[in-house]
T-cell receptor, first 109, second 116 residues
Framework: GQNIDQPTEMTATEGAIVQINCTYQTSGFNGLFWYQQHAGEAPTFLSYNVLDGLEDKGRFSSFLSRTKGYSYLLLKELQMKDSASYLCAVTDSNYQLIWGAGTKLIIKP | GAVVSQHPSWVICKSGTSVKIECRSLDFQATTMFWYRQFPKQSLMLMATSNEGSKATYEQGVEKDKFLINHASLTLSTLTVTSAHPEDSSFYIC????????????FGPGTRLTVL
């Protein structure tokens, strides 16, 4: 079966750095997305990885290792507005998005 | 990025009535649109894949006679929840597939349905 695992909840301090991990087992791989979702809103795109390595987008970076079936989202200089759920999603061989359950990130002052 | 709109943004209806939700791609043509449902504190659950001009493909466990999907044009897909019941209360989100090198989906803002 297809499976994506990410921690249910994480807590971090304002100004700090946090890494949210995602592991996946899917039938085929055509890219991995990270989305941010605030409560009551639709997801918004953060990053996309299809090749191994780090995609640096300023405060947010995402890393992918296809051989390990592993990705992480790195958030730096955390702000209170970063409190949200972070969803990892993989596009499989049929180009269908397989979603993780999301990681709820709580930022404390 | 591509813009997707949804209407209405929220709706409250009585049990037994039908509700139609529209999903529009505003600045591009979307041959494929997806409909998701999200219950509180849960991830998105794909309900169906909607292709323009053909019947929608429903995920296992989703009743196609209850959730009617019509993708009549390249910019509009509709989801009709027929004979709605309180357990259908949820957050419904559509997305449009853009076949760029990223194979990205762009999401509408979602529709909050409450069935009394």
């Amino acid at each position: 079966g297809q499976n994506i695992d990410q921690p249910t909840e994480m807590t971090a301090t304002e100004g700090a750095i946090v890494q949210i991990n995602c592991t996946y087992q899917t039938s085929g791989f055509n890219g991995l997305f990270w989305y941010q979702q605030h409560a009551g809103e639709a997801p918004t795109f953060l990053s996309y990885n299809v090749l191994d390595g780090l995609e640096d987008k300023g405060r947010f970076s995402s890393f992918l290792s296809r051989t390990k079936g592993y990705s992480y989202l790195l958030l730096k200089e955390l702000q209170m507005k970063d409190s949200a759920s972070y969803l990892c999603a993989v596009t499989d061989s049929n180009y269908q998005l397989i979603w993780g359950a999301g990681t709820k990130l709580i930022i404390k002052p | 990025g591509a813009v997707v709109s949804q209407h209405p943004s929220w709706v409250i209806c009585k049990s037994g009535t039908s509700v139609k939700i529209e999903c529009r791609s505003l600045d591009f043509q979307a041959t494929t649109m997806f409909w998701y449902r999200q219950f509180p504190k849960q991830s998105l659950m794909l309900m169906a894949t909607s292709n323009e001009g053909s019947k929608a493909t429903y995920e296992q466990g989703v009743e196609k006679d209850k959730f009617l999907i019509n993708h009549a044009s390249l910019t509009l897909s509709t989801l009709t929840v027929t004979s709605a019941h309180p357990e259908d209360s949820s957050f419904y989100i559509c997305s449009a597939f853009v076949g760029t090198e990223r194979n990205e989906q762009f999401f509408g803002p979602g529709t909050r349905l409450t069935v009394l």
